[in-house]
Each structure stands twice: as structure tokens, then as C-alpha cells.
């Protein structure tokens, strides 16, 4: 809507061709900030279900209490995440309907059942023991989501057999979370096998050269299979939203 | 072995013209990939309807008119990406049908109109007019694999304003890729405000600290909105492909 | 402004409380993207009496010309960066008022004469003679965007005394752009004397381990003096832009 | 050699006490610093009006006490940058008046009160919670250098209406530091926006691939938007004190 | 499926309790690991005499006690690597034969003795005293693989004739492991006086630009010497392994 | 000083032709790499049986062929690695035995027939296409140097039946060198396969954020497979000739 | 074998106790090191005057400790570098005579006094407080490998002046050693002044993006003045050694 | 202000035409570098005999004749660095007495012969062919500067024999520069043996992870020999220049 546009419609109104209420519909979707931005934001809670997240890293006890209260009083569930056990005790004192999630240091109140909202099953792959924390955060906020979600195991691509033994579970799921790291090679091995969406997530595990994460990275990036694409080091939370995204698209 | 010289072994074992001795030991070397992984990849073709793809980097005009002549023997679509103009016109001489489109250096030939499989529609924002050719790869791949694909040209962050005015267009794609150079904030900001899933495609456009694209990459992977997963550096095709599957998923 | 101001601005103007050209001008600073950009960017215009740049690099001649022939135009004068000389001959035929200035690659067209609207001098240091292009191009950004320009050549630090002669001009400057390669560390010696705002711009000059100007930015980012603020490797245009802006403030 | 000693030298020889050739040698070994850059620093102080400011991080309590007696003497206001909190309570003991700024780790005391001398309001932008030791540092720095300063929080580029609905803060700041972390990409939208020198500080918040701060830093180096400059990483300080010299220009 | 099962299925057949159909569509499904790999697994336990190795960083007391109940069980020897002092005390108290190796961090327990299998013999050889560490796991693992095992310490280049007076011990070697932080010059010399297998661990010791390793790491992936190979740093343990398959092949 | 004049010294001696300090003289400055080393290399020589190599980069074709010259003179094969093609047709002119193999850019000369040295076999797996002049440089090399090489193509992990329908082929081999490009996965896939010492050999091949290779070394140097190790980037020759000394270890 | 030995060897030979083949035996396989390093090494010793030095880092005080006797027991005097307060303490005990230097965390035991064989004096400048610990310990280890030694603290690159007046103090030393931090640029100004052979020492002083002291050594390295040769980042030792061989050649 | 004009100042003050105050204020802007700065290279030129050096690379053919003439104007001799062939050849047009090295890609001309002003040999040792070129301009500006100058070649590590017969070379020089490329661990080896300052050159020659001399430059920063100080990348003249220093200190 160019000026001319404008003082025509203004004109309009004042000759009473037209009313306020249309006048105000045609403005109302004008200016996003003020008016429309809390309307995207509202309507993307509606279409999309997704409850709020805190990233609970960094934040005082005191501060993850306010905003959960604050999120409750909504009528939103609540999921914390990269809360230390410590911090979580208590949260959890505050509010006792809190569930603790140690192996993914995640914190989650449901005042409401989570409700399935996602097409297909989510499947988070891991390859070692130690990549483990990373990939329950992934399957704890595509579950949070909405998403039916499925893990699988300790299928590194050393003993590549325990991973073959499995591609019916790799063809069922529709969106599936790789979490690897040392060389990252198994997202392309999945993604090779499963003509799905593969998210890998590098993981900070191994060491020497695996410079905190860099080279699962990059072995992600460069993948020589189609279908993968990649998100930050450790970033459990990032995949298991992206995927909740993938799966409702 | 296929299942057809399985079942005849078997026949021979019940019919006792083996033993179980000698039927135990080709069994236990049996060749799972000839049974196996063969139709995995038919079923895949079958199941997705992709047509091949061949990398023409580093590939000599023969070879590459060699495998197309295979492909289209098989009654494929074909697809040729990162062919350079001098080789685009040898190649076109040998197979008239072939198109070039010089602004993604691709190279198609479709024998079979290509049918839309995608369920929505796919959407490529760029950010400033270097990032074009990746953005076209990007384009044309997913139209390829049977999508229906928009482009939206010339938005970068600077003049944030020229991006917000296209808000409607955003919330109407299924799937979005944002291929940027420089800073890479593209991405972040599309996610922002789209919530869909959001495919970065860094770019080795810019210059000084730019290193190759690897600023723009950092600036993806580390984006603070949900939803973005990445790909690769100037890698058009990968986000293209990872795209139509999500938009099967 | 909220909804409800809206609406009683446009009942005011129905009820004829108020003018057309009134709400016109309420409105005209509201929706920024539609509306408000167009006049965002002219108020800019106004404000500062900047006129349009091209980055020409990557660009072809027709591309180039196309965008001077809309900017004259409007009465804009021209400038185009990174244009190598070959590009800035065809230019040149086709807009017989171009002036190439080789020594920093780029082209100018002032179809008005440019007006000094800097408060102060804009002062361009640089170190050694390969250093000339990146310096010359901040510079003549600088005098293009209105400010009074003066440039000190070959003050590195290796002869601190060629510097120290010249501390008058240093002092005498409001702004002050300090272009070097290698170690980067004019920049410091710079701040130190001056009490001014120094733009450090590292330069890609310099062998071995400067990787391609990486040696002299992180120089200028860990200066241990204060007041040193820091742009891209080479980007002499970024510093002009960015120097002419602090000028104004 | 204070300005005094110079004066009775040059009357020694005028009045005949001394000769040519031994004034000829005092002067020709004449530190130059003892006259000139005494008074240079003198002169800088008197003109900006800026009190000295002690970088606390790495000096033991007793060393800091020191410092400040020796200032607080000379007249000025004191600002110790990076103190823990421990630290600054030993310090507090010794000095009554000084106040600890727990958010930015600032310790201050103002013997006088910080006079405004900046022409304009200095404007300190943050993306996340976890910028806002920096920002804070930043804000304090350049308040006590006698700044008018505002501060804006929380409005980074995943939830871009937060910064739209501010424009207008944005137009009525001189210069604008912008504190992000993760991407960086916050100081590319407001430069885009306001037309005003826009500061870049990157900081080491983040997680997996931002290495500490690079991936910021890279962002911002990168720009796309005309008028950003960046200081190191986390240096708050450095910002603070850039801006108040752009804010005096 | 172990093979006493398979063998089963297969009598069944011939005895005509199964049908060809039944006996085909369980071998059609057979996950071939549990035929197969557990198989290949078990052959190759069987082929190299190689005992199971725990990986002891990051795993609890608690975890390590479990896996170690398990392969005793199966009559194993068992090598747990990277385990710090009061896990192994702890451990201790649990299996009162393991031995804790805390030069090399590592335990063991040998309820068999371990039978060389290795052809010849296995030099670690090592550049200073805090390469100790990482030596000593090359070490142990090779011993525990089955090899001969000799260590030759305190050889760095700086002091070359300490090595050229054992060049005899080096030709008596069948496989050469170097061990060397700083320059990790130490593997070009020893494979240059050798004509032998050398496999070059890099370790993270050193200060200053040694980047964790990093330095030694390139060193000696760029040795000018035939007959370098590298494995990551500080990875004793995977060179005793390489080692140990070196000395097989 | 060889064997025959040290022993024809020594007679001198004896026989009283000389004197005690004369013989202390010339053997106290003895040079030990006459006596001793050049032994050495003969020793290696005749021991390995290796033949000369050349390495042709940067090196002019009047200096090969000088080399080539000597090496024939004392009855050598010879292999020159790194030769462009035009160089190669100039020193086919001047020694018509000579052999050129474009695919390894490598050139021989066999003026006796190759030995096999090696006990066993050595197999060379690549991945891709883009990685066979690197494959083929290591099978050339270890070819030469005596040993029995079979080469495997086209087994990427995108595609991982490919590689499990050759387990018996990977079995079979005493070594196996991998050579592989893009996220350098393969030899972690083999290594879990083969029980056999595995060579990686990354290779530049792959775009974006490949890096040139160094996203593959970092991902066969943390490989989670034990038996691996690492050559440098593109090092076909190191990696035939290390396998060549495994081979007969 | 040493001289003696030798000559005794060949006496036997000439007197017939032996015969040629048994002197050919015993000489072939002449480990050189004890007839020539040890001596080198005796000969360096004696010609440099240098007392042994320990490296503390990593070595427990029992290990120290023996070392330290067995060198007192040859009569020289002991310098030990990086040693924490705590051993140092524990050492004293041992060895009463023991100075602990806190400034430098070394210890010193002087048995004989420290003859000065330096030429001239080694200058060693400094740019901030924080690198007075390096600083010291290359001013220690110069003092004690027997030179003149004198300090200059405080004069970095962003106070030019307190540099300059100086010059003299710059122009009497025979070799300088500058440490410094940040951008690591006052070697360059040191060494364009002195004309004097200038060692670059840099720190890990800093924060942001001084990545531990890389960008002071890059700053170093690209120095663009005449003269300045570096060492690794916090290497105080390492400059004070190779400065006293500069100081005698 | 040259020091006949201040002896004219200081004059006039005593003959009274001017006043004390007349002439403090000129004094007091005394711009030292005028009196004391331009002094001080004269007194360097004089004290050191170093002729001028004009670094080639990016200069014109035009510039570099104009700077020549200058020089030889002046009675200097003359040094070119980084010059090509090409550039070279039109050069010596010009000035038919300049003599051109193709090796080193330096060319001198010298009016009058170079007088040795080292007290001592400096050696150049360099590890391979391709490393010629550095140690070439190493050496050429080492004798430029009046200095007995020797090359070693071709004894790099792995061949440690080669260098070990040279012993006596090496100790017969003042300083030894040391260029390596690849693992660049010659420098410690010749440190470890020769007990005198050396400079290492790390060159940019190898390939794969060599990344352009990174690796060298790093081996020999870490080197674990004392006496060992490090150039940039291929910085030959550097070496040279810090060598002549170093011989003359």
C-alpha cells in the first residue's frame, strides 16, 4: 500500500464510501509491529501447538521460576532445558508437579496432556554411549511437541551390522534425528539407507582432533549422502524442534 | 542370491539332494546386500519417483554423455549439476532434448513430464544477487524432484523491510530454503517469522573475513530461531533434495 | 499505536475533526514496509544526502549500466566499487560523464556537485604502498558521501617517527581511518595519539602467515588501545560509509 | 623536562648563562615525551574530560587499591573494569564511596559528578539475557565517560517485530552498540534500520559452534549493512568507550 | 539367530516340520547380524586372540563393573582404558585380581594368560617425559593384544645421538609406535633410520602454540618420511591396537 | 668410506704403513654416514628391495631425467610420481621405456621385472569417482614396490551394501588402504568390517566446507573403528608405500 | 667409546693383540654417540658455560628433586622453570639453598656465582602487567645463562611516547626481547628503532578474540620491521635462551 | 627541523631578534622526528652499512626504477626482492649493471663491493629442492648485508645421516638459518646439535594439510631445542636480515 493508496482509502472514509470497521480491517493487517506481530505470534501458538521453551542455561533459579509461573498462568505446559540436577531440586520445590529428566537435563510440567500433533514417528539415532544425553534431549522436545517419537541405540558406524539389522525401524519413521560424534559418519550411512529427512547433530564427544565437536560437524556438512542436513554441536533441543517442524509440514 | 536361488536352495535341502551341513555354510556367508539391498534401491526409486542426478564436476563430457545415455535408456528424467557452459554445449549436441539453465549451471532432460509429488509448495529466498546461482540450483532441483517451488529474490537483512512486506509468502511454503552469503542472518530471521522448517544454505559469497563462506555457515549453525537446519557451502543441490524429502515426509 | 488509536484517529477523521493531510502524516511514519519504507529510506536520503552505491564486483556491464541509468535518474549522482578497469571503459561509453579512478577501482558520475555535509575531516591513514587501493577506496567513499577528506601515506610502525611528525594532522582530524596489513598495528599507535575514533581496516597485503589479512584483523580486534573500532579485511568502502556516518552523529 | 625547565633554559641562554652549543645539546637529547606527550595526555584529559579507568581483571586487590588512591587524589572518578564480586567487596572496604555494578562486574566511584558531555544519546542493544554483562559494561562505561545512555533489551532477530516496534528509539540515538551473541546478525538489521553508527560486540555466548565468540565476531565482520564496526569479543568496555568518542566528534 | 538355531531351522526342513515357504520367509527376515555379524564378531575374537577393551572415560563405577562381570563371564580378559585413580580403587574393591596401571591409567584383568600371537616385535618409542602417559596405553594395549612389547623413552630430536646410538633396537622392531608432543618431529626420523611401519601419535603436550596437539598432529601427518602413519591425538590406545593388527597381517 | 677401504685402513695399520695416529685421525673424523649410513641404505635397499622414487612436483624435466639417468645407471626401476602430462611426453622422448599413467599421474620404468616382495594382498578401496587419481597413485606405488594390489571403487556409505556385498574381497587383503573425500567416513566402515590394518587416505575432493580435505583427515582421525590410521591429504604415494612396509613387516 | 678407548682399540690392532677382522667389527658398529655426542655435548657445555635447566611442569617434586641433586653433584648450578608455589616450597625444604623467583615461578640454586660471558646486555621490554611473568622468566633465564640483564616494563604501543623516551636505553643493548600480548605489535615498533637483533615473545594475554595468544603471535610473525624473529606464545624461557646465543656468537 | 636550523633558532634567542616566548612556542612543537628521527636512520644507515632493500612484489617496473635511481644517486647499493623474471629483464634495460638471480627472484646492483662487516659465518641450511628458492633469498640478503655466507642443501630429517656428516659446518658458524618445509623439524635437530642462535623459515611447500606452511611454522614455533627462533612463511629475506643483525650484535 503506497501513499497514494493510503489517502485515497482515508479519503474514502472521510466521503463515507466506505466504514471505520472496513477502514480498520484494511489498516489492521498493515502495521506488523504493534499490531500484527502479536497476532503472528498467536497464530503460530494455534496452528502449531507448541508449547514455551526455556533455555534454561545461564538463568537463576529465581528467574526460570518467574517465567514458568508465568507460562503456567497461560495454561502452557513447560519444558526447561540444560537445567543441572542442583538447579532442578529447586525448581522442583517450587513446583512440585515437575518432572526432572537427568539424562537429558531437561525439566518438564504438563498442566495439560501433550497432544500428537505430528503426521509420522520421529526416530533419534545415536551412536555411542556418550552421545546419549544430546539425543534424549532431541526425543524429549519432539515428544513435548507433539511428535510420537521412537530411539535407537548404540549403532555406530564401526559395527555397521546392529544398524543394518534395524532399517525397518529406519523406513517407518518419517523425520529422523542422527546424533554422533568423533568422525560423524552415520548420518550419511541413514540417510544412504532410509530416503528420509535426516537432521544430524554433531556431538562435542570424542577426543584429540575431534576439537570439541568440529569434526562430527563438518563430517555432517559434507555428507555424500542426500537428505541430510545438519544443526549446531550438542544442540539436542535445535533438531528435536526442527524435526517436530519437518514432521507437521 | 536372490530369493529365487534362495527358495531353490532350500527346495534342494528338503528334497535332500544337500545336506543341512552344506546348506548351513552357504547360508552363513549369504550375501545380504544381493538379496537385500538391490531392492532397497529399486523400492526407493519406486517409492520416491526421483530421478537420477549426476555431479558433473570433474566428470569428462564423455563420461558424463555416457550415463546419461543409460538413464535415459532406463526411461529416466535427467538431471546434470555444476556442468560449465563449454561442456553444457558438447553435451547438447549429443542429446538435443537438453536444456541448460546457465544461471544454476544444470543441465535437464526431461523425457516424462515431471509429475508433483510435494505436497506444498517450496520456497527459495535469497539474499543479494550473488547468491543467485546457488539459489537457482537449489530452485531448480526441487522442481525436479517433483515440486512445486517459488523464488524470492534480493531480501537480506539490511533492508529488513523488503523481507516483512512478503510475510503472506512465507507462511504459504511447506518448506523453506534460504540461501545466503556474507553474515548468514537470513535464516534466522525467515525462521523467526515463519515457523516452518528452514534449510540454510551458506554461500561463499563476500569477502575479507567472509573465508569461504565458513562466516555464513557459523552464522547458520548458530542461529538463535528454531527450525534451521543447514547444509553445506554453495551446496544448492543438498538443500534442494533434503527439501522434497521433507516435503514428502 | 495501538488498534484502538487507530481507530479513533479514523473516526476523527470521518467525524471531520481532523484533515485528510493530517492523518496522512500520523500515518505516514506508521506501516514502515509498505508505506513507511519508501519513506524511511527517502527520509535517509534526505537526512544525510547519500547517494546510491553499487558493488560492482560480480556484476556484468549491462547489469551496471542498467542501475546508473535508473539513479541519474533521479537525480542521484553514482558510485560504483570494486570495477575493474576493463568494466569501467564499457561503462564509460555508455556514460560519457563517468570518471574512473583506477588507483581505487572505482567509477563516479556527479551529476550535482557532491555537498560537504561532514562536521569535520575525515582523515585516511595508511601503511605501506599496497595498502594504496583499499585506502584510496575509503576515501573517495568518504568525500562521495560529503565530507572533507585528507590521506596520510606510508606511516607504518616499523618508522614510528613518520608518524609522530605528523600528530597535528592526527589531531587536527574528527574521524580518523587507519588502513594496514601484516601485524595490524597502526591502528593502536593511531588511538593512542589521537583521542579519536579510529576505524581500523585490515588489508590482505603481507605473506605467509598474514592468511590473506586474518594476522592483521585480529591485531586491530585485541588493540590495547581505546577507541579502535574495526571493519572487514579490505573493506575500504565499509570504513568511508561507516566514518561519514560518525561525522554526522 | 616540564615546560618550566624549558622556559629557564631558553632564558639561561638568552641571558647569556649558557651557550649555543650546550643549549643545542640539552634540546637535541630533549625526551620529547617530558614536554610533549605529558601535556599531550594532559590535553587529551582536559578536552574529553574522561577519568582514567583501571582494567581490574588479573590485578590483586592491593594493586587496585593503589591505583585508585593515586587517582582519587589527582581529583578524578575512578571505574574499575572486570572485578569479581569478592574482590570488589575487599575494595569497598578501603573505599566506602565505591560502588559495585554486580551486572557488570564495574566498580565506581565518583568524587565529582559525571558531567554530560556527549553531544547525543548513546543507545546499548541486546539480543539475549546471557549479552547482558556485556551490554552492561558497555552502558556503564559509556555513562561515566558523561553520556546520555538508554539501553534496549532482548530483541534479537528471531523475533524481529520486538525491534521494529523500537525504530523510533532507534532514529533518536547518535550511536548504537549492539551486544549478540550465537549469529551476530543483530548489528547488520539495526544498521539497516537507523542510518546511525552501529558498534558491533560480539559475545562468547553460545554453544557448540560459536568457538567462544568467533562465530559472532565473523557475523558481524561480515555485515551487509552500511555504518557497522566491531570490537572484540566480549569487550563491552571497548565499545563504551568507542561510542563516547564517536558521541564527541 | 545363533548357528545352533539356524542349523535347527535347517533340520526341520529336511525333516519336514517346515515348509519351504515358512523356512524362506524366516531366513528372508534373518537380521543377518544375529547370524551373521555375530558371527564375523566371533571369528574374528577367534582369528586375533583379541580380548574386549572397555572404554573407561565417561562411563560410572557402576557401568564399567557391569561390562566387566559380563565378558569375565564369558572367560575373557578384559583391559579397561582411560580410568582415573579412585575409579580404579573403586573398580578394585569389586574385582580384587584387576591390576590398576597408573602410568597409563589403565586396568586390567588377566584370568587367562595372554598368549603372544604378534609375529615380531612392538617398539614404543617416546620423545619426553610427559609423552609417559600415552605411551604407556600404546604400550599395555599392545602387550595385552598379544604382542612383544619394548619401550624405548627420552629420544627427542633435540638430542638426536640418544636415538642413533639405539638405531638397532629400531631395526629389531616389526612395527615402530612414536609418541611425540611439540613438533612431533620425532616419527620422520625414526621411519627415516627404520625403513619400518611407524605409526605417529601425536599427544596434546606443550604449551603455547602447540593448539593441544595440534602441532605435533600436522607435523606428522607432513613427515617427509616414507612409512608415517598417524593415528589421533594422544590416542595410545588405538596405535596399540593398529599395532597389534600391523603385526598380524 | 666404505666397508673395503675401512678394512684396507685397518691392513694399513696392521701392516705398519701407517701409524696409530694417523688411522686415529681419519677414524675420529670419520664421517659415519660413509661408513655407516650409506650402508644403511643399502642395507634397506637390498633388504625391502624398494626401487627409487621421484617426486616430480616442481621439479623440471631436465632435473628428472638427470635423476632417472643415475637411477637406470645402477640398475634400477624407477617410479616419478606428480608428473603433468606434458612433462611426462618430454621425458618419454628421452627414455621410450618409460610408461605413462595419466589416471596417477605417475611415470615408470621397469628395466627388471617387478618382484612381489609383499606377503600378502593389498587392497585399495575408494569412493568416489573424484577420488581415483589418488587411489590409483597408491596402488601404483605399492604395485611397484612389490606387492599383489587389488583396487575396490565406488563404495561410498551413502551406499553401504555396495562395500557389505565385498566383505569377502576386504577379508582377503593383508592391508587396505582407503581413500576417501567429502565427511572421509569409509575407512571407519572397513576398519569395523575387516579386522586388517586400514590406511585413510582424505582427499581434497568435496566443496564448500570440505575445507580442502580436512573435514575427511579429521574424520578418519577419530574414527571410532580401532585400526586405523591416517596419511596426509591426497598422499597416494605415502599411503603405498606405507601399506608396502606393513605388508612385509 | 671415547678417545681414550679408540686409541687403545688401535694400539691392539698395531701391536697384533687383535686382528683386522675383530677391529673392523668392533668399528663398524661404533655407536658414534658415545665417541662423538657425548662429546658434543661435554664440548657445549664447556665452551657455553650454560648450567643444566629442569622443565617443572608435569614433574612431581620427587622427580625434581633427584634431578636437582644429581646435577649439584656435578658442580653446577640449577635453574627450574615453571614451578608452582606450593613444589617450590617443598623443594626449599630439600634444598635450602634454593631461591624461589614468584615473579617468574622459577627456582634457582646457585652453587658457583654466575660469570657473565654475555657480550653486550640483553634488554628485555614488556607492554603490559600482565606479561610481566614471562617477562621475568626471560630475564631470569638470560641472567642466569650468564649476562647483563636489564627490564623495561610497561611501554606498549598505545602510550607510544612512554617507548620513545627510551631510545637510549633501546640503543644499548646488544639483543632486546619484547613480550607482549593483544596485537603483539610493539616488536615492531621496538625493532624499527633499534636496529638491534629483537626476539618476540607472545601471550596469552588478552581476551576475545586473542585466541590465547595467536593473534600476538601472528602480529609477530607478519612484523613488517626488519629484524624481530618469534618464539612460542609464553615462552619467556625459550626467548632468554636463544638471546644468550645471540649474545655470544 | 634540522639541527642547523634549531642551531639558527637558538642563535637568534641569544642575539635577542626573537623572545623567550617566541621561541618556547616554536621549541615546543618542536616535531622531534625532524631532529631526532631522520637523525637516528642516518646514524643506522652509518652504524650498520646496510644499503637500502626495495621489496618487489606489487610494485611497478616504473616504481622500482624510480626507487633505484634513487638510491644509486645517493651512492647506495641495491637490493630488489621478489622480483620476476619478466619484471626483471625490463628492469636490467634500464640499469644494464643490475644483476639478476633467478633462484632467490632477486636482483642487486652494486656500485661498490660489499665489505663484510659480520664477525662470523651464517650458515643456510635448507631440507629440500623446493625449499631452494627461500634459502636462495636467505643467503643472497645475508651476503647483500656483508656477510660470509655458506649453503648446505638437501639434508632434511629423514635422512638424518646426511646432516650429521656435517657437524663441523655447522659449529663453524656465528648463526644458522634453518628453511623446511613439510613438518619443519629441522630447525630443532640443527638446534639440538649446534649449540648456536638459529632462525627457522618455514617455506610453504608440501601439500595436503601442510596448508601452506601452517604446519611448519607451528612445528618449529614448538620446537623442543633452545636457540631455535622463528620468520614467517617463506620469509628468506627476513632471515637474512634478522641473521645480519644477530651477526653483528
Redesign the interface.
Known amino acids: ?3 497514494d493508496e ?2 485515497s482509502l ?2 474514502s ?2 466521503e ?1 464510501t466506505i466504514e ?1 470497521g472496513e ?2 480491517d484494511r ?2 493487517s ?8 502479536t497476532n ?2 498467536h497464530h ?1 501458538g494455534l ?2 501447538g507448541f508449547p514455551e521453551v526455556i533455555f534454561g ?3 537463576s533459579v529465581g ?1 526460570i521460576e518467574g517465567i514458568i509461573a508465568a507460562l503456567l498462568d497461560k495454561g502452557n505446559n513447560v519444558l526447561v532445558t540444560r537445567v543441572e540436577g542442583e538447579k532442578a531440586l529447586a525448581v522442583k520445590k517450587a513446583f512440585p508437579a515437575a518432572i526432572y529428566h537427568s539424562d537429558s537435563r531437561c525439566l518438564t510440567i504438563e498442566q495439560r496432556p501433550v497432544k500428537i500433533v505430528g ?2 514417528k520421529i526416530l533419534v539415532v545415536s ?4 552421545d546419549l544425553p544430546v539425543a534424549s534431549e532431541a526425543a524429549l522436545t519432539a515428544r513435548f511437541m507433539g511428535n510420537d517419537v521412537e530411539q535407537l541405540f548404540d549403532v ?7 544398524l ?2 534395524r ?1 525397518k525401524l529406519l523406513y517407518s519413521a ?2 529422523i534425528i542422527v546424533v554422533a560424534g ?4 552415520l548420518p ?2 541413514v ?3 532410509a ?3 535426516v ?1 544430524g547433530v ?1 556431538t ?8 570439541g ?23 539436542g533441543f ?2 528435536g ?2 524435526a517436530s ?3 507437521r ?1
Chains 1, 2, 3, 4, 5, 6, 7, 8 share one sequence.
Open positions: 500500500m503506497n501513499p493510503l489517502k482515508l479519503h472514509l472521510k463515507g471505520v477502514a480498520l489498516l489492521r498493515l502495521p506488523f509491529e504493534d499490531l500484527g506481530h503472528v505470534d503460530r496452528r502449531h542455561a545461564g538463568k528467574q503426521k509420522g551412536a555411542g554411549t556418550s555406530g558406524v564401526a559395527g555397521i551390522h546392529r543394518l539389522a532399517t518419517a523425520v568423533m568422525e560423524g559418519a550419511s550411512v540417510a544412504g539407507l530416503g528420509k529427512p537432521i554433531p562435542s564427544v570424542g577426543y584429540g582432533a575431534s576439537f565437536g568440529l569434526s562430527a560437524l563438518l563430517g555432517m556438512l559434507n555428507s555424500c549422502a542426500g537428505g541430510v542436513t545438519v544443526v549446531n554441536i550438542d544442540n535445535g533438531a524442534y526442527a517442524l519437518m514432521n509440514s
